[in-house]
């Protein structure tokens, strides 16, 4: 009997441990951008950009825009840009043709290379 329950307390352990593990590979429980900018950025003031595809648990497209430090501080900037403005389109068709590594974030330069 100290077996069986023994056996089904493991068991309950290791659904437990899938199911924690399936919340952690999903991401945060929200969308990261609340508030969107519906402006263009000057891509002069753009450092990086990342943009998250829509998941279970946050519906929306979002675009994250790294500024360059200001005044020479090393505080870093962010700020969500909303997916459907022109610039928002114009970052989402940058990163599907050339994120070939599939990386987290994308040097806004890379979007504005010379075609050799």
Same mark, same amino acid.
């Given at each position: 009997m100290a077996f069986l329950s023994r056996g089904i307390l493991l068991l309950l352990l290791a659904v437990i441990c899938l199911e924690l593990s399936g919340v952690l590979a999903d991401g945060p429980d929200r969308c990261w951008c609340v508030n969107t900018l519906?402006?263009?950025?000057?891509? =002069?003031?753009? =450092?990086? #950009?990342?943009? #998250?595809?829509?998941?279970?648990?946050? +519906?929306?497209? =979002?675009?994250? !825009? %790294? !500024?360059?430090? &200001? +005044?020479? %501080? %090393? =505080?870093?900037?962010q700020r969500c840009l909303s997916?459907?403005?022109?610039?928002?389109? $114009? !970052?989402? !068709?940058?990163? $599907?043709?050339? +994120? &070939? $590594? $599939? %990386?987290?974030? #994308?040097?806004i330069s890379n979007c504005f290379e010379s075609h050799k």
């Amino acid at each position: 009997m100290a077996f069986l329950s023994r056996g089904i307390l493991l068991l309950l352990l290791a659904v437990i441990c899938l199911e924690l593990s399936g919340v952690l590979a999903d991401g945060p429980d929200r969308c990261w951008c609340v508030n969107t900018l519906k402006r263009r950025v000057p891509k =002069e003031e753009i =450092e990086e #950009f990342s943009i #998250f595809p829509r998941k279970s648990k946050c +519906n929306n497209i =979002e675009i994250i !825009l %790294t !500024l360059k430090p &200001v +005044n020479k %501080t %090393t =505080e870093v900037t962010q700020r969500c840009l909303s997916p459907e403005t022109k610039q928002g389109i $114009n !970052l989402q !068709l940058c990163w $599907n043709r050339k +994120n &070939v $590594n $599939n %990386t987290s974030t #994308f040097k806004i330069s890379n979007c504005f290379e010379s075609h050799k």
